[in-house]
């Protein structure tokens, strides 16, 4: 396994890590908005 990789592939999988937790904190949101709305 060459280290150069690890330096590279880290910071995405932490960007893209964030990237869905966010969305998907915003999905729950919403859908708890819309089931609010709904009841």
């Known amino acids: ?3 150069r990789i ?4 880290l910071p995405l999988a932490v960007a893209g890590g ?3 937790y966010n969305i ?3 999905a729950i949101n919403q859908a708890q908005k819309f089931l ?3 009841s």
């Open 1 to 3: 396994m060459d280290w």
């Open 6 to 9: 690890l330096i590279v592939a």
């Open 18 to 20: 964030w990237a869905i």
């Open 24 to 26: 998907g904190a915003l």
């Open 36 to 38: 609010k709305k709904q």
